[in-house]
C-alpha cells in the first residue's frame, strides 16, 4: 500500500491550482430531473442520462487530500460512487467510504457538500451503447469529510472487488493536475466551491 505524504502548503501548487480551476466555464447549477430508471443495484440514472453519483474529498489537518490509485493502473482520484434507489447523498457517502477506503461514520465527519448536482459526461469510448437506460455520465453530489480516526483505519480489503490499492496525501490543489481529463472541470468546481472550509479541518495526531 502507498502511503507517502506529499508537501503540503506549497506556494507554487497553491498558484498552479487557482490557474487550473480559473480555466474553462463557471461552474453550471444542473436541475434535478423528476424522471429516474433503476437499474442494476439500484444504482439511479435520470431521463437525461446522467447516473446520481456522490464524491468523497477526504481530508485531514491542514491542506492534506486524500488521493486514491485505481487497482492496477497508475491512475489517481477521489473516492466517489453511486447513489442507490432510496439512498439519500449522505447515506451513499458513507456506504462508499466503508466500501472503498475501510472508513465508517465514527471515523470521519462531514465538513461542507457542494450545493448543486455538478456533472461531466463520459468519453465516447467509455458510454456503454448496448445498455439500456444510456448512461453518458455522471451527476454529483461532493462531500469535505475530516478524518478523525488514526490513518491506520484505511483499508482497501472491504469488498471482494477494491476500487483502489494505494494512496497518499497531496496538496488542496494537486488532483487537478492528475485526475483524468474528463472529470478535471468537475474537480475544479467542487474544490474551489469548497476551498473555504479546508480551515475548518484540524491535525489528527
Known amino acids: 500500500m502507498v502511503a507517502t505524504v506529499c508537501p503540503v502548503d506549497s506556494r507554487a501548487n497553491a498558484r498552479a491550482g487557482l490557474d487550473l480551476w480559473r480555466i ?8 434535478e430531473s423528476p424522471y429516474i430508471t433503476t437499474i442494476g443495484h439500484g444504482v439511479v ?6 447516473r446520481a453519483n456522490v464524491g468523497i474529498i477526504l481530508c485531514r489537518g491542514g491542506n492534506e487530500l486524500f488521493w486514491a490509485k485505481r487497482v492496477g493502473q497508475q491512475a489517481w482520484q477521489f473516492p466517489q460512487g453511486g447513489i442507490r434507489r432510496g439512498e439519500s447523498p449522505r447515506e451513499a457517502v458513507y456506504r462508499e467510504l466503508e466500501e472503498e477506503v ?35 455520465g455522471q451527476k454529483q453530489k ?20 477494491p476500487e483502489f490499492d494505494g494512496y497518499r ?16 472541470q468537475v ?8 476551498a473555504a472550509h479546508i480551515a475548518r479541518t484540524s491535525t489528527v495526531d
Not at 457542494?114 to 463520459?122: E, G, H, I, Q, S
Request: proline letters at 6%; a positive charge.
Open 102 to 136: 475501510g472508513l465508517t461514520a465514527r471515523d470521519t465527519r462531514v465538513v461542507a457538500t457542494t450545493r448543486n448536482w455538478l456533472r461531466y459526461r463520459l468519453p465516447k469510448h467509455l458510454v456503454r451503447h448496448n445498455s439500456r437506460p444510456l448512461c453518458i
Open 24 to 31: 474553462g466555464s463557471r461552474p453550471r447549477p444542473v436541475k
Open 169 to 184: 496525501w497531496v496538496d488542496y490543489w494537486h488532483p487537478l493536475a492528475e485526475v483524468v481529463s474528463f472529470k478535471r
Open 45 to 50: 440514472i435520470d431521463d437525461e442520462g446522467f
Open 142 to 161: 461532493w462531500f469535505m469529510l475530516e478524518l478523525l480516526a488514526p490513518e491506520t483505519r484505511v483499508r482497501f480489503d472491504r469488498t471482494s472487488s
Open 187 to 194: 474537480y475544479r468546481q467542487a474544490l474551489k466551491e469548497l
